[in-house]
């Protein structure tokens, strides 16, 4: 008998607005395990399926992060 284990692993933080959304990709990570093959710990990759921290920027060619502060 030949048994794999695959595990995904997510933290909760700034970018989850909800656990359902920490869930979400503790769920994505699981599958990247399975379809590398098993015995293996994966996390979601950045920025799946989840809204950007509260700073970064988006298509507007700024660098990510809080802003260069008051003027």
Same mark, same amino acid.
């Given at each position: 008998?030949?048994?794999?284990?695959?595990?995904?692993?997510?933290?909760? *933080?700034?970018?989850?607005?909800? @656990? #359902?959304?920490?869930? &979400? &990709?503790?769920?994505?990570? #699981?599958?990247?395990?399975?379809?590398?093959?098993?015995?293996? @710990?994966?996390?979601?990759? @950045?920025?799946?399926?989840?809204?950007?921290?509260?700073?970064? #920027?988006? &298509?507007?060619?700024?660098?990510?992060?809080?802003?260069? *502060?008051?003027?």
């Amino acid at each position: 008998m030949r048994a794999t284990v695959s595990v995904g692993a997510a933290t909760l *933080g700034p970018t989850h607005p909800n @656990v #359902s959304a920490l869930l &979400d &990709d503790a769920q994505l990570a #699981s599958l990247l395990a399975r379809q590398a093959g098993g015995n293996c @710990v994966r996390t979601p990759p @950045v920025g799946a399926g989840r809204l950007q921290a509260p700073g970064s #920027s988006v &298509d507007d060619n700024q660098p990510a992060g809080p802003g260069p *502060g008051p003027y």
